[in-house]
């Protein structure tokens, strides 16, 4: 045992401060480590609280406790790990000379001080309200704290609430508008922006907002809450920025989190152009001694290698490890930035994405980008495969990876994974078209999906195709281009489901006998597809060959057309 003990103070309990607490404690077994949270719970899993409220499961403790069923609270942190953990304690400043943190217990009010040699703020953040009048009634909720969660198991319990309102789009606004609907609450979910769950590029997002529709929510984008309406005290209401009233008795408000920084501005510590506390690669904060982790830092994007704010759980996990190893021994860790991957289950689907959108990297900079939206199944047809649509994002001249979304009913995770990591190993499209990537029916198809669409990103990059996004395919209907519109597929698939969109039916296999149908202006547009648009790839190869100049292909096909159909 050394003569003076290294002493270590975590401010933040939840996920970010147990995980660096954790990891110190393993590599100084005689170290004092004091865990300080203000909340009575600790080490929440916070991303399970939609499903707890959902009722995908009622044991709340599940949400607190080890995978052996032990509730991590002050006596298994004082037992298990040596910890001293304070509960319903926050901590009111930060004394850098004296190397001190003051903190209250809430409920006594009584006040200690504590001496560190190495701090860890990991403060989280707090939900971020709009500013509307009303939002103190009673049904007007967040969804961030284990009192949160448990006030939305009540609701649902209770079984009062027949229709709600969930503000904000994103994540965890439809994880908690799925967990309302499962409980049999008419859920409207309102987005400001013009679409939902902005990460994704507009065409992937209509196809999400369709398949929430479909399974009973409604949604309105472009519009936002400019008031909470109430009666008695009790939500009976929203007014939405155009004058329209929906009558609820709950809202959940979910746009998004701030960083808790102010002990950190106290203390006079750096913080960033994003708003949160700025940190190097080991968590180090301008104060050698106080690292920063979690939800209250700022990252650096490894795509772009800008500052930005990620305020996710496994990036907080991820932090807490290298800073509690480098509080016990300076530099040996380091957590060089993030890709940005995330995932969601909303009803059916699966939404996933990591890296940049097309929108997002143009926003960022990247003005020579390319892309290619595909669609197909997960796992062969006789064993059941299911949908999944992607879109590939790469830089044109270098090739390399830069974004990928990919949704629908299928294994999403396993593909958006991969490419995560091809993006952070910097592989281009042309490393990802021949990836050995493990295969057998039940788990892919003998191409994967993420190896078909780094191939049709290929074709793409060297010209051996064209294609047009459902989009594009769209403005051109509506403003009534003069491009010739070939579907591909058989004359059953065509009966059953059709675009409308003034399509001429050629099935592939008879294209070579028909091209006389074909304009005789080879200079013409002729926009080709079929249900995923392979048919359509291989129609527009057979075209070109035989003279035709100006031939594309709508990518992802009809399973990626997220308009109106004829049929």
């Known amino acids: 045992m050394p003569s003076q003990p290294l002493r270590i103070v975590v401010i933040g309990g939840s996920a970010a401060g147990p995980k660096a607490a954790a990891k110190a404690r393993r590599m100084d077994e005689f170290a004092e480590i004091t865990l300080v949270q203000r909340e009575q719970d600790l080490s929440m899993a916070s991303c399970g609280f939609p499903y707890y409220v959902g009722g995908t499961f009622d044991d709340r403790n599940l949400l607190i406790c080890t995978p052996a069923g032990i509730v991590r609270d002050p006596g298994f942190y004082g037992k298990a790990k040596g910890i001293e953990a304070l509960v319903e304690t926050e901590a009111l400043d930060i004394d850098r000379d004296a190397k001190t943190v003051r903190i209250r217990h809430l409920p006594t009010e009584n006040e200690r001080i504590l001496h560190y040699d190495r701090l860890v703020i990991a403060t989280g953040a707090s939900p971020v309200c709009p500013a509307a009048p009303g939002f103190d009634l009673e049904g007007v909720q967040t969804l961030h704290s284990m009192g949160d969660a448990d006030a939305l198991r009540a609701v649902r319990d209770a079984n009062l609430v027949d229709k709600a309102v969930v503000v904000g789009g994103g994540l965890i606004g439809f994880e908690v508008c799925e967990a309302l609907r499962l409980a049999g609450i008419d859920t409207t979910v309102i987005e400001k ?45 929203v007014k939405l920025d155009n004058g329209t009233e929906l009558p609820c008795q709950l809202a959940v408000v979910a746009v998004g989190v701030r960083p808790n920084i102010g002990l950190a501005i106290k203390a006079d510590l750096e913080i960033g152009d994003q708003g949160g506390i700025r940190v190097n690669e080991q968590m180090q904060t301008c104060d ?46 380091s957590f060089p930035g993030i890709t940005q991957t995330g995932i969601c289950k909303i009803f059916d689907y699966t939404v996933g994405f990591t890296g940049l959108s097309a929108h997002r990297a143009h926003e960022a900079g990247f003005h020579t980008i390319e892309s290619a939206t595909i669609s197909g199944l997960d796992i062969p047809v006789f064993m059941s495969g299911k949908l999944l649509i992607s879109k590939l994002v790469a830089e044109r001249e270098s090739g390399r990876i830069i974004g990928f979304q990919c949704i629908g009913p299928g294994d999403v995770s396993k593909r958006v994974a991969t490419v995560a990591m091809a993006i952070r190993g910097k592989l281009t499209v042309e490393d990802m078209v021949n990836a050995d ?26 010209g051996r195709m064209k294609g047009l996004s459902v989009t594009e395919v769209k403005e051109r209907v509506d403003h009534g281009v003069d491009s010739f519109i070939l579907d591909t597929r058989s004359p059953i698939e065509f009966e059953s489901m059709r675009l409308g969109i003034g399509e001429t039916l050629i099935p592939l296999g008879a294209l070579r006998g028909r091209l006389n149908e074909l304009p005789e202006n080879k200079d013409r547009e002729i926009i080709l597809y079929c249900k995923i648009s392979l048919r359509g790839y291989e129609a527009a190869s057979i075209l070109e060959q035989h003279g035709w100049h100006n031939v594309k292909v709508m990518e992802g096909g009809i399973m990626a057309w997220p308009y109106a159909r004829e049929k």
């Open 288 to 333: 050698p001694d106080i690292y920063a982790i979690g939800d209250c830092v700022e990252c650096t994007s490894l795509i772009t290698g800008q500052s930005l704010r990620a305020p996710y759980g496994d990036i907080a996990n991820l932090q807490g490890r290298v800073a509690g190893q480098n509080v016990v021994a300076p530099g040996s860790a």
């Open 437 to 462: 990537l493990p295969y057998a029916p039940p788990y892919s198809l003998a191409l994967d999906h993420t190896i078909v669409a780094a191939q049709v990103l290929e074709n793409k990059l060297k």
């Open 193 to 237: 922006t013009d679409q939902i769950l902005p990460f994704l590029d507009p065409d992937l997002s209509k196809l999400v907002e369709n398949h929430i529709r479909a399974n009973g929510p409604d949604i309105i984008v472009g519009n936002g809450v400019a008031e909470f309406l109430g009666d008695n005290g009790k939500l009976v209401g």
